[in-house]
């Protein structure tokens, strides 16, 4: 073997070096700031929400924010109530869970939004035994 394998040893780091670090600069984990969300400029104005059922649930929430706006149980079918939101253009959403005793048949679920009595959004849900959905709801355009 001719040469200086000390010489050899030294380019094949060198190299080595040079090719790394573009590779780690790209692939190592940078902090990344998280996404401030701005304030919505709607006002918050009162809202009517109204959950209406074919059979009976044996509970129920609706949720807003993590935090629950209607919850019940059988026998009502109809459950309603009032909270204040400011609607942005991006929408918001609720979330609706159900429960229904064993044996009952595929029902439906109405989740009914109104602003002044007009309706601003309305959704239709079918489930079986359980009914685990998302409703987006968003500002009426003109």
């Known amino acids: ?45 009162p809202l009517r929400v109204q959950v209406t059922f074919a059979s009976p649930p044996a509970s129920f929430e609706l949720d807003y924010l993590g935090k629950p706006l209607l919850s019940g149980h059988a026998p009502d079918r109809e459950f309603s109530g009032d909270w204040k939101a400011a609607i942005p253009k991006e929408g918001v959403e609720l979330f609706v869970a159900a429960k229904w005793p064993p044996g009952t048949p595929t029902t439906a679920v109405r989740v009914t939004l109104t602003r002044d009595g007009n309706p601003l959004a309305e959704q239709t849900f079918w489930a079986e035994d359980s009914l685990a959905e998302t409703m987006t709801v968003r500002e009426a355009q003109p």
């Open 1 to 45: 073997m001719e040469g200086r394998p000390w010489l050899r040893i030294l380019l094949i780091v060198l190299g080595f070096s040079l090719v790394g670090w573009p590779v780690w600069s790209v692939t190592r984990y940078a902090s990344v700031p998280s996404p401030v969300k701005p304030a919505s400029d709607a006002p918050a104005e």
